[in-house]
């Protein structure tokens, strides 16, 4: 019987799983909001919770062990620096799964997984990158139309000769 027996397998070996674990948390702790399948969030979820309660005690100790499981050094800042400080009085519940439908090319059940009060974080790279992309608009058609006035100069200027 295989009675409390838990844990996600993942269809991966425990290497693989530890790796492709460390790598969620890392990149969910780096972005703060990230797509995979609901299984994968479900899995990482204790993992997150435990990185942020270590960013809670924010001792020498603490930092150390993040340190030991996340992938790099700017996640462990980031982790100590901005993201524990926001979830000072809270006891846990620190993300949310949105599912956001199924995946075309298996049907595997996609979600995001973000941290709680990233939305203001993640509204604000949104806006960026609109604004980036509205200024690459423009850049492109100034040049289009300046290239289409220089390509009808030369016409103009090849029917008078």
Do not use: C
């Amino acid at each position: 019987m295989r009675h409390r027996v838990g844990g996600w397998k993942l269809g991966r070996n425990t290497e693989h799983r530890r790796a492709l674990l460390r790598n969620l948390v890392t990149s969910l702790i780096v972005e703060e909001r990230i797509e995979t399948t609901v299984p994968k969030a479900k899995a990482m979820r204790p993992h997150v919770e435990k990185m942020i309660t270590l960013g809670k005690q924010g001792n020498v100790a603490a930092r150390r062990q993040a340190a030991a499981y996340l992938m790099t050094s700017e996640a462990v800042d980031k982790l100590f620096n901005t993201i524990s400080p926001r979830f000072g009085d809270r006891e846990g519940g620190y993300l949310r799964i949105v599912r956001t439908g199924f995946r075309p090319g298996d049907g595997g059940e996609k979600a995001f997984i973000e941290l709680l009060g990233s939305e203001k974080i993640i509204d604000e790279k949104r806006e960026k990158r609109a604004a980036a992309r509205a200024k690459r608009a423009e850049d492109n058609r100034k040049a289009l139309e300046a290239q289409q006035a220089q390509a009808e100069a030369e016409t103009t200027g090849e029917t008078k000769a």
